[in-house]
């Protein structure tokens, strides 16, 4: 039977069957994509994040404070161009403005990396930056009033409880980041719209093979998206805690225990 005979279902199944190998590999590769480039991302957000949130005090040097402005103002150009712009133009101006511009022959591997990280670094920073900023600032007060450091306060206090408060944005970009590879397909990346296009244009199947891909898509980012919330729900830690177990006069007056916090459902 050719495929031109077969119903809707049968070439779905013929599709499966006979591109299998090529369905696996396009998932592969948007999902280390995604994975690499949301981890990368979170760095450069983190670094960017981190630098925005400082502030001079009127003890420090002039040079200091001039420089950080500058820096700053770097970072804030970098931020609003890869916020303001499509990924698949920077794609493009990346992958063929480095070689031109630059001299510089990416791979197709290190560019679809270099692309998708900045520009989720981009993304990441405003949110880390908000991150930081909701934290109370009788956080920061109090580490300091203990002897801390800027840097002791930023790493023990302050980011550990940015990073619970940015983990379902961390989440939301690598859900992007698996969609958005598919903008990758302009400078050749074999990705799954990659692999789409190529199997559409040997059959002339479009809507079951963009329904293939779609459930492909699918299941990819709602794993994801369960995997995420159940690591959000290990972070938040027991639901019950008994405070000072071991100190006697808490013996004398009974435990204390939070209030059952409400899991979410995965």
């Known amino acids: 039977m050719s495929i031109s005979e077969m119903n809707f279902f049968q070439r779905?199944?013929?599709?499966?069957?006979?591109?299998?190998?090529?369905?696996?590999?396009?998932?592969?590769?948007?999902?280390?994509?995604?994975?690499?480039?949301?981890?990368?991302?979170?760095?450069?957000?983190?670094?960017?994040?981190?630098?925005?949130?400082?502030?001079?005090?009127?003890?420090?040097?002039?040079?200091?404070?001039?420089?950080?402005?500058?820096?700053?103002?770097?970072?804030?150009?970098?931020?609003?161009?890869?916020?303001?712009?499509?990924?698949?133009?920077?794609?493009?101006?990346?992958?063929?403005?480095?070689?031109?511009?630059?001299?510089?022959?990416?791979?197709?591997?290190?560019?679809?990396?270099?692309?998708?990280?900045?520009?989720?670094?981009?993304?990441?920073?405003?949110?880390?930056?908000?991150?930081?900023?909701?934290?109370?600032?009788?956080?920061?007060?109090?580490?300091?009033?203990?002897?801390?450091?800027?840097?002791?306060?930023?790493?023990?206090?302050?980011?550990?409880?940015?990073?619970?408060?940015?983990?379902?944005?961390?989440g939301n970009n690598l859900i992007i980041n698996i969609k958005d590879t598919c903008v990758l397909s302009i400078i050749g990346t074999v990705e799954l719209f990659f692999t789409f296009k190529s199997i559409s244009g040997a059959l002339y199947t479009y809507f079951e093979a963009a329904t293939v891909i779609l459930i492909i898509y699918f299941i990819l980012t709602f794993v994801s998206s369960r995997i995420l919330l159940a690591w959000e729900n290990r972070m938040d830690g027991p639901a019950n805690f008994d405070l000072a177990t071991t100190d006697t006069l808490a013996f004398t007056s009974g435990m204390i225990n939070f209030p059952r916090k409400q899991k979410r459902r995965i």
Request: charged share 10%; with cysteine.
């Open 12 to 170: 779905m199944l013929y599709i499966l069957q006979e591109y299998s190998g090529s369905l696996a590999k396009g998932a592969a590769t948007t999902m280390v994509i995604a994975i690499i480039c949301t981890a990368l991302g979170c760095v450069i957000g983190f670094a960017v994040g981190i630098v925005q949130t400082l502030e001079p005090k009127k003890k420090d040097n002039l040079a200091y404070k001039i420089i950080l402005r500058i820096i700053k103002l770097i970072l804030t150009a970098y931020v609003e161009l890869f916020r303001g712009t499509p990924m698949m133009l920077q794609a493009a101006f990346i992958y063929y403005g480095a070689s031109q511009v630059f001299g510089l022959n990416l791979g197709m591997w290190e560019a679809a990396i270099l692309i998708v990280s900045i520009n989720t670094g981009a993304y990441m920073a405003e949110t880390v930056r908000g991150g930081i900023l909701s934290v109370d600032n009788g956080q920061t007060e109090g580490a300091k009033a203990i002897g801390m450091n800027h840097f002791q306060t930023m790493l023990t206090v302050i980011l550990p409880q940015a990073l619970r408060n940015i983990m379902p944005q961390i």
